[in-house]
């Protein structure tokens, strides 16, 4: 039985919340916590990499907790909502720091409000994506399901890029601390509701009978699934470049584009990129499945981002009067980022009937608790980039008041700070997305033909154990 509308409507909303979520905490936490706090950069950067590698065991023992779990509300459910209701309220403790506190008692607070939000975090969204297989079919249900989870994904993200800083002033006023403070509210209220929604309308159609593993099989097993782990390496690049990037854009824009309009140029290249980045995922990334399979718009969209980079270095070095100059990099970058985030959810879910196939299991979520894991990790190592680029460059922005929004603050900003973080911005993600495409290239074997052979194999080997 096909996925109704209703169902489809109910997954894609929680899609919505959760990176609602996601994106406040992986683009604003280190300039809520340095800027806003005045935590140094440096300690924040240690902070987001240790709760990463933190999240190194977390992640795949909930994968095994979800696969054990056996309840009437099914596997997922439970711990889908138990995650968004715990998630939420760390996230809003996370933006709503005590203001007594300051030094090293802030710095702890941040510490471990982090790593318990990437905890309940990881509660909710292995269950979400791992949900995939038990209620859609293989092949075009499962990947239409993933692309547009994905899509709606790109939308949640795509809000809280856009609307952020206009909704922080516009709640706060020139307090950014308060402004941060009921904008998380906001977003965490929004959050559970989508959640719920997804819970209440969304239900597995069939489960299949996953032999928990113990820590040790899991990550055996993992090692010997090699088109799962490819997949992992590849968005582990590919995250690292695109975050180091949006973690230093409010910076690039307030020391290097500069004006006293500053800050409107970023909403507006916000609001542009976000657009596409939606625009990419349901029209680019459909369009072009319809003329070509998986792997070649996969490399179709690491060029774009690559020529994207290659194009805003350039304008770097021109007069940068205009934001919508900007425009241009950001059409080829904020493309390719959202079709790559399509791209990541499907390429996953083929490992998974891989793996059946290949070593006798079908761990969902074993394999979707590492795409958790490989994002997180991602952002922590480039908000640590991202600080050791404004430690190094001496780029500290200090609380934005009203009187402040007037000031030119790039002409206080040495050429030499301008261009270490240009560099960092662009050359180092090029470096990044050129490793991440030999490496896939060499690695990864689930084409269309393959993904054909391998479904009517396990649909022979189904019917034979039945």
Not at 127 to 137: G, L
Not at 166 to 189: K, N, P, Q, Y
Not at 280 to 293: I, N
Not at 297 to 306: D, E, K, N, P
């Amino acid at each position: 039985m096909k996925l109704t509308l209703k169902e489809k409507i109910s997954y894609g909303l929680g899609a919505v919340g959760k990176d609602m979520v996601y994106m406040l905490s992986a683009s604003y936490i280190l300039y809520y916590y340095q800027d806003v706090l005045g935590v140094s950069a440096i300690a924040m950067g240690v902070i987001l990499l240790a709760a990463r590698v933190f999240d190194a065991f977390n992640d795949p023992i909930m994968g095994i907790v979800v696969a054990k779990t056996k309840t009437k509300w099914g596997k997922f459910r439970p711990w889908l909502m138990i995650g968004t209701l715990t998630n939420a309220v760390v996230l809003f403790a996370m933006f709503a720091a005590p203001p007594a506190l300051d030094g090293g008692g802030l710095v702890a607070y941040a510490a471990i409000t982090y790593i318990l939000w990437g905890v309940t975090y990881t509660m909710m969204d292995i269950p979400y994506w791992s949900m995939i297989p038990a209620f859609t079919s293989s092949g075009k249900e499962r990947e239409n399901l993933s692309a547009l989870g994905r899509s709606c994904a790109g939308v949640g993200s795509a809000i809280v890029t856009v609307v952020t800083m206009m909704a922080v002033h516009w709640l706060g006023g020139s307090d950014e601390r308060t402004g941060f403070m009921l904008f998380t509210l906001i977003v965490a209220v929004l959050f559970i509701v989508f959640i719920t929604i997804t819970c209440v309308n969304v239900r597995e159609k069939s489960t299949v009978d996953m032999k928990a593993a113990t820590v040790g099989e899991m990550f055996s097993a993992l090692v010997k699934n090699d088109q799962a782990m490819a997949a992992v390496i590849a968005i582990v690049l590919i995250n690292c470049s695109i975050y180091i990037t949006s973690n230093l854009v409010i910076y690039f824009f307030k020391y290097d584009f500069g004006g006293t309009a500053w800050y409107q140029s970023y909403t507006y290249f916000n609001i542009f990129g976000g657009g596409i980045q939606i625009v990419a995922m349901m029209l680019f990334y459909p369009l072009l499945r319809k003329v070509t399979e998986n792997i070649r718009i996969f490399y179709v969209a690491l060029g774009s981002a690559i020529a994207g980079y290659a194009s805003l270095l350039a304008i770097t070095f021109t007069s940068m009067k205009q934001v919508f100059v900007l425009f241009i990099p950001a059409f080829f970058i904020f493309s390719a980022n959202g079709i790559l985030s399509v791209l990541a959810t499907v390429f996953l879910a083929n490992s998974v009937d891989y793996g059946e196939l290949v070593n006798n299991r079908r761990d969902e979520s074993v394999i979707f608790s590492m795409q958790t894991f490989v994002v997180k990790l991602a952002s922590g190592i480039a908000a640590f980039a991202a600080s050791v680029c404004l430690s190094v460059n001496n780029l500290k922005s200090e609380e934005i008041t009203e009187a402040e929004k007037s000031i030119d603050f790039s002409l206080q900003t040495d050429s030499a700070s301008r261009l270490g973080l240009r560099m960092t911005m662009t050359v180092i993600p090029v470096i990044g997305l050129f490793i991440a495409l030999f490496y896939f290239k060499k690695k990864f074997i689930l084409d269309e033909k393959k993904m054909e052979e391998i479904t009517s194999e396990l649909g022979r080997k189904h019917a034979g154990e039945n």
